[in-house]
């Protein structure tokens, strides 16, 4: 069974990301209900399905660890006090309007005024994400990516994303990458318990074209950003005329 033969290395991949046997056992139950969630997608003369399947634990894991985030920073936002303050609305909400967000939950106005300067703003992403994940340099490596991934910055502010990412310890540059839809540009790559992570990025606007991921070397996925825009609703697909 697809189960018994891949567990154990879903589980391997998953415990090395996030040093938690708890949060690994999660992580591998989630990964195999995505796989069969999409099991149509199986090519029935294909090879292996362990670097699918650990592609999606990839993916499993970001999403596990960008919610961990986000509730934390949802628990900084409430305030000391049970007592609401005179801003807040009626219903019980706890976060004060106007909402920027932060680094792991922004909106477009938390972006506009981030540095651009590469060092100033990988100096803040450090500040902000000081003791969490596994080391500073793998949480600041993360967030940009889902910072890059999750939002449209400002072009000043992608492209000083990029280059923060590049100043990262063992962080490497590509300079010939090639994104899922062949599109050719410049990469970050950074490697973390066996997980490499490429951005790919336009070589003159410095958008995000997509994503490829290794795990041990072997490529188990990877991604092409078509089309981003903003939209007047959540749900709405933007128009591609």
Not at 18 to 27: C, F, K, L, Q, V
Not at 117 to 126: E, F, K, S
Not at 198 to 220: A, C, P, Q, Y
Request: hydrophobic share 45%; aromatic share 8%.
């Amino acid at each position: 069974m697809l189960f018994d033969e891949h567990s154990r290395a879903v589980y391997n991949l998953a415990f090395r990301l996030t040093a938690n046997w708890s949060i690994a056992e999660e992580a591998v139950s989630l990964t195999f209900l995505e796989a069969w969630r999409l099991r149509a997608s199986i090519e029935p003369e294909g090879g292996s399905l362990r670097p699918w399947l650990l592609g999606i634990a990839i993916n499993v894991n970001r999403n596990m660890s960008r919610a961990a985030r986000r509730h934390r920073a949802a628990l900084s936002r409430l305030p000391a006090s049970d007592k609401p303050s005179p801003d807040m609305a009626a219903n019980g909400v706890h976060i004060k309007c106007p909402y920027l967000g932060s680094l792991n939950d922004p909106s477009y106005r938390l972006l506009q005024p981030l540095p651009t300067d590469p060092r100033a703003l990988l100096n803040l992403i450090y500040k902000q994400t000081a003791g969490a994940g596994q080391s500073p340099d793998q949480e600041a490596f993360t967030t940009i990516g889902d910072l890059l991934r999750e939002s449209i910055a400002p072009p000043d502010v992608s492209a000083a994303l990029f280059r923060a990412a590049a100043l990262i310890p063992g962080v490497t540059v590509v300079h010939n990458a090639v994104d899922a839809a062949g599109r050719r540009g410049v990469a970050v790559a950074f490697t973390f318990n066996g997980e490499r992570s490429e951005w790919i990025f336009d070589k003159h606007t410095f958008h995000l074209l997509g994503e490829l991921d290794f795990v041990d070397g072997t490529l188990t996925g990877k991604s092409a950003i078509i089309t981003r825009a903003f939209v007047d609703h959540l749900g709405q697909v933007p128009s591609t005329g």
